[in-house]
């Protein structure tokens, strides 16, 4: 009877996982299509939503700070083996303290974050944090989880109004990411900048001066994005023991003289006038 | 799939309907609880339960129910939390995924199909081994 059972168990077993298996061999999905498809519209959204934040605020084209900014980014990238290219940065005009990741891999920064950083090696915490998003992929998984895959189909086919691309643009500019994926994130940048030879501290130190900063009202978009920042901060001065690096300066520039050339730009750059996508 | 064997005695009308009612349970249950793959489990081990104490034929069957059900509730569990994991924690949609839920599917709907068919011969007092189920029943209940 024994011998039996075994058997009629063993047919069984065997006929669920060769079913499986049979059926895993038929193509229900092409990744790569998938890939390719999700990429394309992922690329899409990230212009729409770019577009339409260029189109209210003064986009920053002064070389020098592009250089200075691009040389902080090129830092951080190249120990982590990250494609400096493919990392699109976004100088906006805003007194905003605020620096967030778009979909297909752009990032804004606020000059409101240039003008408050004390030093570049906050801003470049900063970035290294937003990178860390970029690479995790947190921010198309924050969209899908809450605008729904849907709607950022339609927004990426242009089936969406301005006014759709606007909000999911501000659900990435002053909405959180989830605990998890800003701890996550927090990880990365403190790796990123110890190994850059970037001291962390300079981040905690950020966020820190933030979290006392909550009556200036400039200072609360990045923290309201970047809760509980007393903690993290703590946090990062606990995980930067686990990194032993040197501190080199991140940039030859005195920083004062990139706040100094941020200022000048905005008394001779006009207001952006690139039509956004309901006005074409 | 499953065979009408000798029975050690002719089941009365009454035991014919509760073995029925074995199978007719986890039939139900699983109508009623489709998303969560326990229901139909528990629904029958309470059925198991009440009738442990019940005569051969209906206890044997209770048991033959109960087995299949632990089965399908392993494949069943597996397949809910690779669900769980791919909408909660953002697993990606594979090939795997679909046909193991295919797969799944086919095994619920066998047995869906061999549950019907044994609580209608059942309550004819006739008495279906399963497949597999059959003989290990048979090692497990004793008269």
């Known amino acids: 009877?024994?011998?039996?059972?075994?058997?009629?168990?063993?047919?069984?077993?065997?006929?669920?996982?060769?079913?499986?298996?049979?059926?895993?061999?038929?193509?229900?999905?092409?990744?790569?299509?998938?890939?390719?498809?999700?990429?394309?519209?992922?690329?899409?959204?990230?212009?729409?939503?770019?577009?339409?934040?260029?189109?209210?605020?003064?986009?920053?084209?002064?070389?020098?700070?592009?250089?200075?900014?691009?040389?902080?980014?090129?830092?951080?990238?190249?120990?982590?083996?990250?494609?400096?290219?493919?990392?699109?940065?976004?100088?906006?005009?805003?007194?905003?303290?605020?620096?967030?990741?778009?979909?297909?891999?752009?990032?804004?920064?606020?000059?409101?974050?240039?003008?408050?950083?004390?030093?570049?090696?906050?801003?470049?915490?900063?970035?290294?944090?937003?990178?860390?998003?970029?690479?995790?992929?947190?921010?198309?998984?924050?969209?899908?989880?809450?605008?729904?895959?849907?709607?950022?189909?339609?927004?990426?086919?242009?089936?969406?109004?301005?006014?759709?691309?606007?909000?999911?643009?501000?659900?990435?500019?002053?909405?959180?990411?989830?605990?998890?994926?800003?701890?996550?994130?927090?990880?990365?940048?403190?790796?990123?900048?110890?190994?850059?030879?970037?001291?962390?501290?300079?981040?905690?130190?950020?966020?820190?001066?933030?979290?006392?900063?909550?009556?200036?009202?400039?200072?609360l978009a990045w923290i309201s994005t970047h809760p509980d920042s007393k903690e993290r901060a703590a946090d990062i001065i606990k995980k930067k023991k686990e990194f032993t690096f040197g501190s080199d300066p991140v940039i030859k520039t005195a920083w004062e003289q990139v706040k100094n050339m941020l200022q000048d730009e905005g008394s001779v750059v006009s207001t952006e006038t690139t039509p956004g996508p309901a006005a074409r | 799939m499953s065979e009408t064997i000798a029975f050690p005695y002719k089941p009365d009308d009454y035991e014919a309907e509760k073995a029925s009612n074995s199978y007719l349970m986890s039939v139900v249950a699983v109508i009623a609880g489709l998303p969560l793959p326990i229901i139909n489990l528990v629904a029958t081990a309470i059925f198991f339960l009440g009738n442990r104490k019940g005569s051969y034929f209906v206890r044997w069957h209770c048991t033959q129910a109960l087995l299949s059900q632990l089965t399908v509730l392993g494949m069943n569990s597996a397949g809910f939390y690779w669900t769980l994991s791919i909408i909660l924690a953002n697993k990606s949609l594979t090939n795997d995924y679909i046909a193991y839920m295919i797969t799944i599917v086919l095994f619920n709907l066998v047995e869906f199909v061999a549950t019907i068919y044994a609580a209608i011969q059942t309550r004819k007092g006739k008495h279906v081994a399963w497949w597999f189920f059959g003989p290990l029943t048979e090692t497990i209940c004793k008269p």
């Open chain 1, 1 to 219: 009877m024994t011998d039996k059972i075994l058997t009629h168990f063993a047919v069984l077993l065997i006929s669920f996982f060769a079913v499986w298996f049979g059926l895993s061999h038929v193509k229900f999905i092409d990744q790569e299509e998938l890939r390719g498809f999700a990429k394309d519209n992922e690329k899409r959204l990230g212009e729409l939503i770019l577009e339409s934040i260029t189109t209210t605020s003064e986009k920053i084209k002064n070389e020098k700070i592009h250089a200075v900014i691009d040389s902080i980014k090129v830092r951080i990238c190249r120990t982590k083996a990250v494609d400096c290219d493919k990392i699109k940065i976004h100088i906006i005009r805003n007194s905003e303290i605020n620096a967030f990741a778009l979909p297909d891999n752009h990032m804004v920064i606020y000059t409101g974050l240039i003008e408050y950083a004390a030093n570049p090696e906050e801003v470049a915490g900063v970035m290294a944090h937003e990178i860390g998003h970029m690479e995790k992929n947190h921010v198309m998984k924050k969209l899908v989880k809450e605008i729904g895959l849907e709607m950022l189909f339609a927004i990426a086919g242009g089936d969406a109004g301005h006014e759709i691309v606007r909000q999911t643009g501000k659900t990435l500019s002053s909405g959180a990411f989830d605990r998890k994926q800003e701890r996550e994130a927090d990880g990365y940048a403190v790796e990123t900048l110890a190994l850059s030879s970037i001291d962390p501290q300079h981040l905690g130190n950020l966020f820190f001066r933030l979290s006392q900063k909550h009556s200036i009202p400039e200072a």
